[in-house]
């Protein structure tokens, strides 16, 4: 096992300048590759859950609290990882994550209540802190200021890559096999990438020097889009993730198989589009990008709510996965030069700690609203709100134009 130190202000220095481009090719094969394994994993399970939730006679309200415990553990964890992270080095929270991943997802399967399986979820967010977003930190010490939409884009598109997968094979499963299959494959999964990570990813520990106070890092003017981006883009989210596999079985009549092959579709145009619009991100306005994929995305979800066939699912799939992959390609570019001045892992863990207060609070609110109107009306609020704030980003994007790739913007910028 090799360990790299790395030097630089606020927290983490870069890591790219201490790398030949052999070595940096390495580790970003191997950070791709542990985020498509977690993440296949992970889309394994996601249309598996709510239905298995279901089983035990959930309703829409506790398929919500099930969800949002997840969210709820992740939010809590994620800064205080992603410093550690700064501190400690990246590879120590990846194993310990990916271990945790293992043993949780096994732990599903002996779940009898829908407490019991709220509670499973809850420490399955405390690992699941640990793991993608120290990943995504550590690909940003690897960047070139420049190339930030290039990197982060091919990571976060090896990511959905995995997660296209996921649905896909936990429909057959679900079909063929059982349900609690689905879970065991996440446990698997997770074994064998942190075997992997173990044997060939290097150490890196950041020389530290002044540590930035997780208040700065929230406060910091470079990261406020990025967290309410994070904001909105997790109500999109959670509306895809809990109730896409709901909408389709109950008003579209699809079987299980159907729904995974309805987000695999969706989920590789999503990671192909981050993979294609990496270099358009380096040399174009970030917050115009990111207004328009948010506007994509409201799109998306309307014709989501008035759709009844597999053909029309599949349409308005396909749009919602461009929307998501351009605002998230551009929105990693942003959050990559901030954490040049914040430190990566604090970034990172500040910005999905917005994603997880969304996720969190989300998932219960809509569970209610289905409950009382329909699944259809969840999609139709998710339109309402990401429509609003794609006006507000564009805004942002007419305002002053927006600083060279690797610099962080002043205040006024935002």
Same mark, same amino acid.
């Given at each position: ?314 349409? =308005? *799939? @396909? ?6 992959? !351009?605002?998230?390609?551009?929105? $990693?570019?942003? &959050?990559?030069? #901030? +954490? ?42 998710? =339109? *309402? @709100? ?6 507000? !980003?564009?805004?942002?994007?007419? $305002?002053?134009? &927006?600083?060279? #790739? +690797? ?8």
């Amino acid at each position: 096992m090799t360990t790299i130190a790395g030097s630089g202000a606020a927290g983490a220095g870069p890591l790219h300048g201490t790398m030949d481009p052999a070595q940096k090719r390495r580790v970003a094969f191997l950070l791709c590759f542990a985020a498509f394994a977690t993440m296949l994993g992970i889309g394994i399970i996601t249309p598996a859950l709510p239905l298995y939730a279901q089983l035990m006679g959930a309703t829409g309200f506790w398929i919500g609290v099930i969800f949002s415990s997840f969210a709820l553990s992740r939010t809590l964890f994620l800064p205080v990882f992603g410093k550690l992270s700064d501190v400690h080095g990246r590879r120590l929270l990846l194993l310990l994550g990916l271990s945790g991943y293992a043993i949780f997802s096994a732990l599903y399967v002996m779940a009898d209540t829908v407490w019991s399986l709220a509670c499973i979820r809850f420490l399955h967010g405390i690992a699941a802190s640990m793991v993608f977003p120290v990943a995504v930190a550590y690909m940003g010490d690897i960047a070139e200021p420049g190339e930030e939409g290039q990197l982060l884009g091919g990571f976060h598109s090896a990511a959905f890559l995995g997660m296209s997968f996921g649905p896909l094979i936990s429909g057959i499963m679900m079909d063929y096999v059982s349900i609690q299959a689905s879970f065991l494959a996440l446990a698997l999964i997770s074994v064998v990438t942190a075997m992997v990570c173990l044997r060939c990813l290097p150490d890196y520990r950041p020389k530290v020097r002044e540590p930035v106070p997780i208040l700065s890092v929230v406060l910091h003017p470079a990261l406020r889009v990025p967290i309410c981006f994070y904001l909105v883009y997790s109500v999109a989210y959670a509306t895809y993730l809990v109730y896409l596999p709901i909408i389709t079985g109950s008003t579209g009549h699809l079987s299980g198989t159907m729904v995974g092959l309805l987000i695999f579709i969706g989920t590789i145009v999503m990671a192909g589009v981050q993979r294609l619009s990496g270099r358009i991100v380096d040399t174009s306005n970030k917050y115009v990008l990111l207004g328009t994929g948010i506007g994509i995305i409201a799109v998306a979800a309307v014709l989501i709510a008035l759709a009844a066939s597999f053909a029309a699912y599949l349409g =308005a *799939v @396909i749009v919602l996965g461009c929307g998501f992959g !351009l605002s998230l390609t551009t929105v $990693a570019a942003l &959050v990559t030069i #901030a +954490g040049r001045e914040t430190g990566q892992g604090s970034a990172a863990g500040v910005v999905n700690m917005a994603q997880g207060l969304g996720l969190m609070i989300v998932p219960v609110i809509f569970g209610m609203v289905m409950d009382q109107y329909g699944v259809a009306a969840v999609f139709l609020v998710t =339109a *309402v @709100i990401t429509g609003a704030a794609a006006p507000v !980003l564009l805004s942002i994007g007419r $305002a002053p134009a &927006v600083p060279p #790739a +690797g610099t962080i913007p002043q205040a006024g910028r935002h």
